[in-house]
């Protein structure tokens, strides 16, 4: 069992920083350059931001459940998230999507 279906490496504004195959193979489109949030549904954006604050301040991962806006439907998704303590990748992020969705 995996811990997660893929990664994605964000640079300080949550933008994909690292092109990523798999990634880009779920979501239906190079990831590269557009940011997380924006494929977050609007009311999980704010607990999203203050993941990534907690994981920067407290320098330890956070998980957090979230739901996927993908191709007209919802997907609810596990992340785990850490600050890389640089500045490119400045974030890393392991996807793991509930099946069923």
Known sequence: ???CD???SLGEGLEVCVDDCTANG???RSMLGRCLTSEVVESDRLRLALAF???????????????LQEHGRNLEARLL???????????IVGLSVESGG
Request: proline share 6%; with cysteine; charged share 15%.
């Open 53 to 67: 604050q907690q994981a920067s301040e407290s320098r330890i991962p956070q998980c957090l459940q979230v739901t």
């Open 1 to 3: 069992e995996r811990l």
């Open 81 to 91: 998230l850490t600050d890389t303590g640089g500045s490119q990748p400045k974030y």
């Open 26 to 28: 779920f979501f239906g």
């Open 6 to 8: 893929f990664v994605l």
